[in-house]
């Protein structure tokens, strides 16, 4: 298989897997990642700290236990470290630093290297919220705007790892987009224990960034269901150091490509019916003939019930989507995803002899098409 069988890009790199190594302070370095990462799609190492006050604040939480990368040379050893990657994934750099100079001295360092600069507006410990670094970002939204417009002048392709659920989500995506960044990276952090998969699905519906969903995966139905609300790859972290799961990411890397391989969309979304879809499951939707959630969607896209009946019926014209006239609507086009279970869609794709798998990826054109052609863009509904 190729590198475009997942068709996934950001700027100038391509993934080979929707699977992704996220940091753990002091541990991803290059020889954690080539130990247990090998096969991922993305790995990030870090999160190096790029001036005096970052590698102080390290300083003082390695004192209190916690593992940190410290360095008396910052680019050197970023460099070095980037270097170190055996494998051909594609690396992204976590950095921090309490000024602007050194982020894009390293993203410079990064870009020629044809890697990831990902701006840590993540990091929780004290010391490092008390120089204003990390999580203390999402809260100063002018700042992290000014520092990704400038980051971007280099020319890097520009992750930001934030954490869901403290300040408001959307507003800080739609800012974090509109500043420029082409990846957003979220801890889906929740109240409760385990990720909040609806602050997934709600970022989905609210930006045109490539989605990296994190927290809580230790298994591939982990992983499924985050990619199910929208996410373009899912990563994982201390779930590689739990000693039952020492090969998580060659597990979750073998499974998604055999379930990309058999079912054509490997993070299809869940029916909006069901509550729980977002809105590329537009495409699996029925004729809006009757009360349902699909009014509420299409309305935040500015269609009324005809506008979107014509723009499916639409993109189905010429199409193998087109067939179907035993289907409940006439055609292909309003039948539902392939893991339900369905005699009249699947004795329709058996006799145009379509494979399940090449009905799943036409459902995916399908849903960018509907979003390529909302009335009112997802990133402004």
Known sequence: MTDDQFDLHAGYVTFKNPIALATMAGITDSAFANEHADRAGLVVIGSFNLDDKTNDAASKIVAR?????????PFEFLKNEIEGIKSDSVV?????STTIEPLLDAAKIVKDAGAILELDAHCRQKEMINIGVGEPLMHDIPQLVDWICKIKETGVVLSVKIRANVVNNIDLTRAIESAGADILHVDA????????????????????????????ITCF?????????????????????????PDLISELVYDITKFQEGDGWYNAPKHICGGEGDLRALAFCCLPVKPCAVHNKIGKLGFSAQEFANLKMGFAKGTMLEYGGSTCFGSLVWCCKLSKPCFLRDGVLDM???????????????ATYILDN???PINEC
């Open 65 to 73: 236990g916690r593992d940190e990368f410290i360095s008396d040379d």
């Open 221 to 245: 139905k982990d992983a499924k269901d985050m990619l199910a609300r929208g996410a373009n790859m899912i990563s994982v972290a201390r779930g590689v150091l739990n000693d039952s799961t």
């Open 92 to 96: 992204a750099v976590s950095v921090r």
């Open 189 to 216: 952090m929740g109240e409760v224990l385990g990720a909040d998969l609806r602050a997934i699905r709600s970022i989905r519906d609210s930006t045109n960034m490539f989605l990296i969903g994190n927290n809580s």
């Open 374 to 376: 909302a009335k009112i």
């Open 352 to 366: 145009i002899d379509l494979s399940g798998a090449e009905y799943m990826r036409l459902k995916k054109d399908l």
